[in-house]
C-alpha cells in the first residue's frame, strides 16, 4: 500500500480505502479501478491523495466498526470545514449543535473500545481532521470519567470551536507552540466570535477560554476545569499520533508512554480514561520488543495495556509481560504498522495462536 498525491493518480490504479462524498455515501469501495471520472471527483473533494494498493497486493481486511468509523470522520470533516468556512465569510458562529450531538449519541454511550485509525493530513485539512479526532477522544473519555451529559455536550462544542481561530487567521498549527504572541494571533478571530456570541452556552465559553490559558502558558492544569483537562488530553494523543506531510508521528504506545510520564500534567484518571477508549496493544498487533525480537500479540493487558502476552516470531515462544522478572529485562520498543497505520492480520490467525497458548 502507498499513498499517492492527487495530482500523481493514474487511470486503473487500486483503491486501498473507501472515499465517501460529504453524505457519508461510499462513491469507490475498496479494489475499485481509478477512473478519469474518478480521479476528477477526487480532485473536486479537495483531496490531497488516497491510498493505493500494488499492483499485486490483496485488499486490507476492514471491520464493520473500522468502516464506519471512517465514513463517520469523512462526513464530519467536511462539516467542520463548511461551518468554519461560513464563519470566515459572515464573521459568525452558525452552530454545530446537530453535530455535537450526533457525536455524544455515538461515542458517549458505548463502552466497546474504539480503534483509532488516522487518515494522513495536509496543511489544507489538518485542523478539520485534529478537531474531529480530538472531539471524538474527549467524549469517549468524558463519558469514561462519568462527566454528566449536559456536561459532555459542552465539553463536545467546546472542542469543535476550540481551534476555529487559527483557521479564520490563516495561523497553521505548531503543536505545543507556548510563544505568547503566536497564541494571540492563532486565537484572536476565534476568541472575538466565541466571546462575542450570546447563543454559545457560558460553559462552553469557560472551556474553550481555560484551553486557550492553558496553552499561553496562562494558567496550570491544576486550576482547569475537568473538561479542560479532557481535552488537553485528547488534543495532545493526536497531535502526537497524526500522520502529516513531512513529519513521523508517533505510535500509539510511543504516545502513551510519553503522556505517562508525565502523568503529572494531565491527571492519573484523565489517563486511564484515555487508555480505556482506545485499542493500543490488542491481540494481532505485531510490535518490536527492546532486545530487537518482534512478536505478536496474543493476549491484551486490561490492567496494564505496555504489557500484554507476545508470541516471538522467530522461534513461536511466548513473552510473558504480565511477569515482573520478564518485564524487568524486556519491554515493548515499539509497534510495527503499516503505512496508514490499520494492522493487517487475518482474525483467524490470531484465534489459532490464542487457542495454542490456552493449551
Known amino acids: 500500500m502507498k499513498f499517492v498525491c492527487t495530482d500523481e493518480l493514474v487511470k486503473g490504479m487500486r483503491i486501498a480505502r473507501p472515499i465517501y462524498n460529504q453524505n457519508g455515501v461510499l462513491l469507490y469501495d475498496r479494489g475499485s479501478k481509478l477512473t478519469k471520472q474518478g480521479i476528477s ?96 477522544l474527549a467524549t469517549l473519555m468524558a463519558a469514561r470519567l462519568r462527566i454528566s451529559e449536559s456536561e459532555q455536550l459542552n465539553l463536545i462544542r467546546a472542542s469543535l470551536l476550540y481551534d476555529i481561530g487559527r483557521d479564520m487567521g490563516g495561523v497553521r498549527r505548531r503543536p505545543f507552540e507556548s510563544d505568547f504572541n503566536y497564541f494571540l494571533r492563532a486565537h484572536e478571530e476565534g476568541s472575538k466570535l466565541i466571546m462575542n456570541n450570546d447563543k454559545i452556552d457560558e460553559e462552553v465559553r469557560e472551556i474553550v477560554v481555560g484551553r486557550y490559558r492553558l496553552e499561553a502558558g496562562m494558567q496550570r492544569l491544576g486550576e482547569s476545569i475537568a473538561s479542560v483537562k479532557i481535552l488537553q488530553a485528547a488534543q495532545d494523543f493526536d497531535n502526537y499520533i497524526a500522520a502529516k506531510i ?52 496474543i493476549r491484551a493487558n486490561n490492567k496494564n495495556v505496555l504489557r500484554p502476552i507476545i508470541l516471538i516470531f522467530e522461534d513461536n515462544s511466548v513473552c510473558d509481560l504480565t511477569d515482573d522478572n520478564t518485564f524487568a529485562k524486556v519491554q515493548i520498543a515499539d509497534i510495527m504498522k503499516t503505512l496508514d497505520k490499520r494492522i493487517i492480520i487475518d482474525p483467524k490467525i490470531i484465534s489459532e495462536f490464542m487457542s495454542r497458548y490456552a493449551e
Open 246 to 297: 513531512g513529519e513521523n508521528p508517533l505510535s500509539d504506545v510511543t504516545a502513551i508512554r510519553k503522556m505517562l510520564a508525565a502523568s503529572d500534567k494531565y491527571g492519573v484518571e484523565i489517563l486511564s480514561a484515555l487508555i480505556d477508549s482506545i485499542k493500543i496493544l490488542r491481540p494481532g498487533i505485531c510490535v518490536q520488543l527492546t532486545d530487537k525480537r518482534a512478536g505478536l500479540v
Open 41 to 136: 471527483s477526487i480532485k473536486n473533494f479537495k483531496l490531497f491523495g488516497i491510498y493505493i494498493l500494488e499492483p499485486v497486493e490483496p485488499i486490507p481486511p476492514m471491520t464493520d466498526d473500522d468502516i464506519e468509523f471512517e465514513r463517520f470522520q469523512t462526513m464530519n470533516v467536511y462539516a467542520i470545514r463548511e461551518n468554519w468556512e461560513m464563519a470566515k465569510m459572515s464573521k459568525k458562529l452558525l452552530g454545530l449543535d446537530m453535530m455535537a450531538e450526533d457525536i455524544q449519541k455515538i461515542y458517549s454511550n458505548s463502552r466497546k473500545k474504539i480503534d483509532f485509525t488516522q487518515t494522513l493530513r495536509s496543511e489544507e485539512d489538518e485542523a478539520y481532521k485534529h478537531t474531529l479526532n480530538s472531539t471524538i
